[in-house]
């Protein structure tokens, strides 16, 4: 575990070692308040918890492209500049090479995520909404945000590239978080699945309504569990 | 002791390197020397444990190196071609990141990068951005992070390519200093660079392990029993009748002439060196200096990556 956390804190400090990452988050955070003004704080009235509620919706979206982002470059840009040999050296298993890696990214995940706190704390202020439905729709979108960085970095464990482990990562969210159109068009058992399936609206979106859903926690964990395995396999298969 | 058994590799269809076999000794410096695409940085891969071989074995003191041990990869150090380097960090960050990865930590890290400093000569680049070095200072710090952890071997996949003269000369010193602690293993397609550096050379051709040895016995492999460097006092025209065209003599031809004297290379026919300086006696001429040909490195080399088949060497 002490690898990969050292992997973790050196790719989380890379990450603001250069103008890059301060430029991603200023961006990504500067659309979404731009977002959160335009759509979740218009004009007529609304109930508070629907306000927080619409800010939980467009913040899932926000997480999501984020991660994809954020992600990318995990191993596509040790590959291309050759430093991944130094982890392939390294007296490390591959598990903790990618668990230090996935932490790296869920980490940045983090950080925008307690950024876009002002937000929820605005309503809050302004008007009436309960701690536990902002904690309840943060949990859920760390949840979201971690299967997301999970995915992204089995797609940038598979090339050398950034921007193609980028639209890997993407083609199978936008997958996933289609899932339950798909469902709806399928027959049985396949659409039980199919929506089971489902990113966002199966799993999402009770967080977003400021309930827990045990089973959603189970779908994240297993989710960031699979994709982590198949980026385990993708990397000892290089050796290969 | 670095035992290697039948070492075979494949790309898909191509074959990168065909059944190699060899043993490296503790603290020696062997050199893999070949034309770009023999081999060189697969076999090295492979000895850092980056790639599995199709087929074969590496036994590191007796210890198979994809036996799945972490403690293996402890004893390697690695430089790829081109150095790797989180070109971001600082020189001293850089280096204590990879020392704690690798298990190091506390005082004796400190100690042991203020130590790799100074033996690769970058000790005044410790604070310094990655990104701003030169890219001597770039492979110095490369091959500092390859040893900082103490390995037994060192692989250093053509460390002084891209280098300047200046550089060069520094990068030598360096390598030859890490014979105190380690086995190293060097590759480079620049003959002059691995036979003032190594003990020991492996030439490797097409993937196939083409002939090793020291500089000395690879020249004395190439040595022709039937080939000899004479000195005589003779004309060109008196070379002609008498040498030239003589039943004991296969070829022959003038290098040089020094005044009344020529410097030639005479190929005879089978070892009949007796039979030829009675030749020469017989004839009259003036035997200045008779000796066997011995063949320069760079001919050894040239002759062994050639395409053309080398009949000297058969």
């Known amino acids: ?240 | 002791m670095i035992e290697v058994s039948g070492l075979t590799r494949y790309y898909g269809e191509t074959k990168a390197i065909e059944d190699l076999s060899f043993n490296i000794g503790a603290n020696e410096i062997v050199g893999f020397l070949g034309l770009n695409g023999a081999g060189k940085t697969t076999t090295l891969k492979i000895l850092a444990g980056l790639l599995h071989p199709t087929s074969g074995s590496v036994r590191i003191e007796g210890e198979d190196l994809f036996g799945g041990s972490l403690d293996t990869r402890r004893n390697v150090g690695f430089l790829p071609e081109v150095a790797p380097l989180y070109t971001e960090m600082r020189v001293r960050d850089y280096l204590r990141f990879l020392g704690e990865l690798r298990g190091m930590g506390g005082a004796s890290l400190d100690s042991a990068i203020s130590e790799v400093a100074e033996r690769t000569h970058c000790d005044e680049a410790l604070d310094v951005v990655i990104e701003t070095l030169s890219y001597g200072y770039r492979k110095r710090v490369g091959i500092a992070q390859a040893i900082l952890h103490k390995p037994r071997w060192v692989i250093l996949d053509e460390p002084i390519g891209g280098l300047d003269p200046v550089q060069i000369v520094g990068m030598r010193k360096v390598i030859a200093n890490l014979r105190d602690t380690c086995t190293v293993l060097v590759s480079s397609h620049i003959l002059s660079e691995v036979s003032q550096t190594c003990d020991r050379l492996l030439i490797l051709k097409q993937g196939r392990l083409v002939a090793e040895g020291s500089e000395q016995q690879l020249s004395h492999m190439a040595q022709h029993a039937s080939s000899l460097r004479v000195q005589l006092r003779m004309t060109a025209a008196e070379f002609e009748s008498v040498v030239v065209g003589h039943a004991l003599v296969k070829d022959a031809s003038i290098l040089r002439t020094e005044g009344e004297l020529l410097v030639a290379r005479v190929d005879l026919t089978g070892d009949h060196r007796e039979a030829f300086v009675a030749v020469l006696v017989q004839a009259s001429v003036g035997v200045r200096r008779i000796e066997d040909a011995e063949s320069e490195l760079e001919d050894i080399f040239l002759e062994l990556t050639s395409n053309q088949p080398s009949q000297k060497l058969r």
């Open chain 1, 1 to 240: 575990m002490k690898a990969a956390l050292l992997i973790a804190r050196r790719d989380f400090q890379a990450y603001f070692n250069t103008a890059w990452g301060y430029v991603v988050i200023a961006v990504l955070l500067l659309i979404h308040g731009l977002l959160f003004n335009a759509l979740a704080m218009e004009s007529k009235a609304k109930y508070s918890a629907d306000v927080l509620e619409e800010f939980f919706y467009l913040s899932s979206g926000f997480t999501m492209i984020a991660a994809i982002i954020l992600t990318m470059r995990l191993f596509a840009e040790e590959r291309s500049s050759g430093t991944m040999v130094l982890l392939d050296t390294a007296p490390v298993h591959t598990v903790q090479v990618v668990l230090g890696k996935f932490l790296a990214g869920l980490s940045i995940i983090l950080v925008l995520l307690a950024l876009s706190t002002y937000m929820p704390a605005l309503i809050f202020v302004n008007g009436k909404v309960s701690l536990g439905h902002i904690f309840s729709g943060y949990l859920g979108l760390a949840l979201l945000g971690a299967s997301v960085v999970a995915i992204g970095t089995w797609g940038s464990s598979l090339t050398r590239i950034q921007f193609v482990g980028g639209a890997i990562a993407g083609v199978v969210t936008a997958v996933l978080v289609l899932a339950w159109a798909l469902g709806k068009v399928s027959d049985p058992p396949l659409d039980q699945l199919t929506s089971y399936m489902s990113l966002f609206d199966k799993h999402f979106q009770p967080f977003m309504q400021g309930r827990v859903n045990t089973q959603s926690i189970v779908f994240y964990l297993s989710l960031c569990f699979a994709f982590l395995l198949l980026a385990v396999r993708s990397l000892r298969g290089r050796r290969w």
